[in-house]
């Protein structure tokens, strides 16, 4: 599944966002999991922690490579997913359910202007 499921937007840095009633939940798209391989640990950052759109705030290391994970919104984070401390293939199994990483309340300049539509984020990657 590579455009996501409906009422998903996405950034260019492969990451999805659901927003709902002002959170944003964030994860990692089934084209970047499936780019990156086997994930095997994932650095996000704790609740209360403002981030910045366009900003890297963890990183996502899989067997091929280490990158950083860019927030596509920003706002403070409200939520993180801890069982990706001990299952981080979650994301490579379940990238738009089980496998999302953080909840971002969004604040004024929450840069959501700049998500991709699923028909955007399929030309961006070529599918």
């Known amino acids: 599944m590579t455009s996501g499921p409906d009422g998903v937007l996405f950034s260019r840095d492969h990451l999805w966002v659901r927003i709902t009633d002002g959170i944003a939940r964030v994860g990692l798209t089934d084209f970047a999991q499936e ?40 706002g403070v984070v409200t939520a993180i997913n801890t069982d990706l401390d001990e299952r981080p293939e979650l994301v490579n199994t379940d990238p738009y359910g089980g496998g999302w990483l953080i909840d971002v309340r969004l604040g004024p300049d929450a840069g959501t202007a700049d998500l991709l539509s699923a028909a955007d984020y399929a030309q961006l990657i070529g599918r």
């Not at 403002?50 to 950083?68: F, H, L, M, P, Y």
């Open 35 to 74: 780019t990156l391989g086997d994930i095997v640990d994932i650095s996000v950052p704790d609740a209360n922690y403002r981030v910045t759109a366009g900003q890297a705030c963890g990183d996502i290391e899989s067997t091929k490579s280490v990158n950083d994970l860019v927030a596509p919104v920003s």
